[in-house]
């Protein structure tokens, strides 16, 4: 298999999983009116197919063993199972994001869920060192909370728009005229409406429960790829992806049958997609496994050859500054409410000092 073998190329690859873990979200905003529930399953039929041509292309050359003879020969069963595992529970902890940026939009949801995450992460990490800068640790979980608190005061702020559409009938009236007519017909008009827009605390709700399960899979993905009998990475982005693939046909009916927002959604709904809604959930699923793949190779590259631990934090941890950065600057998300706007483009940016901060808490 091919790992990186230079400062430049790691470093390439760091900032490919960055972008590639911002631009996936753009797909499902892209798709415009179709439910995040039916873009999932393209989703995740474009990780499995990503993740498998890299296995046979790039992780099946070199002088390494190849990604195939890794899973079939030198992996332990409890590896496999592992980042199977790891796959089903980022794919449960992602929908949950995706349903809160259905409602509120990819602004809110993503500094909500990642900063949750990252305190959960940081929490588990913390149990395996023995050296931290407590000092930093702890203003990094001070602003990540804060982060999580301007996430809240900003959907407080944004108040829910009703739709509402005027109906015209005709009815008939008894006529009081004598001698008249017995009825007449009169129009009535009157507001119909067409669905009040879920609360936007939903938003964060979601979300926060998104990352506290999101918090838990670095964890136990690196228990994948422990010791000799681990997954490399490949190996392991193949497995973890197969977890999202199957896992969707479980988790995903949840959501269809009982919606966080809408009406339920019937699967022969799927094959009334367009080609572009479909293209646009496989590209999604590309880009977020070569983002997840990139990530893991800038990890494995030799210590002399690779970025510092503080780099490699802040470039895989830093996608929903971005992703933030799309929501209000192109999407237009929270225009209706300016100062709900602002809060969340600074929990974004106060999300990515505690990265910082965390990220540097280690290096002791």
Known sequence: MIVPSSYEMALLLGLLALICGALWTATYKLGGDWRFELYYFDFAFGTIVAALLAGLTFGSMGNDLSFWDNISLTAGKRAIVTAFAAGCLFNLANLLILAGSSIGGISLAFPASFSIALLVESVWALLSHRSVNFVFLGIGWLLLLIAVGLCVSAANRVTPTVETEIVTKTEAVPSAQPGGP??????????????????????????????????????????????????????????????????????????????????????????????????????????FACGALAALLMGSAPSAESPSSLVQYVLTHGAPLLVAGLGIVVWKELSESPPARGMAGIAAIIYTVAVALVGSSGQN
């Open 182 to 287: 017995k009825y007449y017909r009169r129009r009535r008009e009157e507001k119909k409406d067409a669905g009040d827009q879920a609360q936007m605390w939903k938003t964060v709700l979601f979300a926060s429960l998104g990352g506290l399960l999101l918090g838990f899979v670095p964890g136990v993905g690196q228990l994948a790829r422990a010791a000799d009998i681990g997954l490399g990475s490949y190996s392991f982005v193949f497995i973890f992806c197969l977890g999202i693939f199957i896992s969707t046909f479980v988790f995903n009916l949840y959501f269809m049958n009982l919606p966080v927002q809408g009406p339920a959604v019937q699967f022969f709904r799927y094959f009334q997609g367009g080609w572009k809604e479909h293209a646009l959930g496989m590209l999604g699923g590309l880009l």
